[in-house]
């Protein structure tokens, strides 16, 4: 007998910095995973990043710059402000 | 890398693969042809106009220097590829800062002038996008007069012309 495992639509957050790629996935029906990628946005919002929320396949654009965590978004990019230079 | 990749739409991919991945061109929020190219990060934003032609070049790229409030200015350098994609993403969706964040280098064509033809026949555009030449084989190019090029000049209405003669052109 196998068990079955229902996958979800993957929704993870990209938050790229001198770290390198930070990921946070969350499934949006776990309040804990949500709640912890939405601190990760707001951390990252909160030291000057920019959020994009892309399609999950390709970058076809699916919606302006977010200025606030969506749980329902598949893939959310953050980076940093461009400066001139 | 990968990330950056892996948001490429299909045409963008094609594209990128056909010059073997040196460069990314990208058709921004507002309807501009930008190319990034992957060969650095300051200077690397190439604007195109409808034809095709470079019109200029930006520098701009995620800050490498970041305020942190309690430790003033510090250097937090980012990777390449990061560099890339936040260029990639804010010419994407907000290509209004490209322009209005970036610091603007203008250029003018660089290709060789068209060769002499019969008087009377239309002189082209070398960079083949079809536009006709005046008299003075100017008028192709469009953008803010610059100081260094005293050829450059603004006409009536706005429009920037420069003159393309054979003796000021290595200038």
């Known amino acids: 007998m196998t068990d079955t495992v229902q996958r979800t639509e993957e929704h993870v957050l990209h938050i790229t910095d001198s770290t390198g790629d930070t990921r946070v996935m969350w ?6 995973e949500v709640a912890a990628a939405r601190a990760a946005f707001d951390s990252a919002k909160g030291r000057g990043m920019m959020g994009f929320a892309v399609d999950p396949h390709s970058g076809e654009r699916t919606g302006e710059q977010i200025r606030e965590f969506d749980e329902t978004a598949g893939k959310i990019i953050m980076v940093r402000q461009l400066a001139g230079g | 890398m990968d990330l950056l990749i892996s948001i490429l ?43 095709g032609c470079q019109v200029g070049n930006a520098c701009i790229a995620p800050a490498a220097r970041i305020d942190r409030r309690w430790e003033g200015m510090v250097y937090s ?27 603007w280098s203008r250029y003018r064509c660089r290709q060789e002038p068209p060769p002499a033809q019969d008087p009377g026949s239309p002189r082209r555009c070398p960079c083949g996008c079809g536009l006709v030449l005046d008299d003075n084989m100017a008028a192709y190019y469009i953008g803010p007069p610059l100081a260094a090029f005293d050829f450059i000049t603004l006409a009536e209405g706005g429009t920037v012309t420069m003159s393309l003669t054979t003796d000021r052109r290595e200038r």
């Open chain 1, 27 to 32: 499934d949006p029906r776990n309040t804990d």
């Open chain 2, 77 to 103: 350098p980012l990777g390449y590829a990061d560099s890339w994609l936040g260029q990639y993403l804010t010419i994407k969706h907000q290509e209004r800062m490209v322009d209005e964040v970036g610091i």
């Open chain 2, 9 to 51: 739409t299909p045409e963008e991919r094609d594209a990128f693969e056909a010059c073997n991945r040196r460069a990314i061109e990208v058709v921004g929020s507002e309807g501009g042809r930008f190319v990034i190219d992957l060969g650095g990060t300051q200077g690397n934003i190439r604007k195109l106009d409808e034809h």
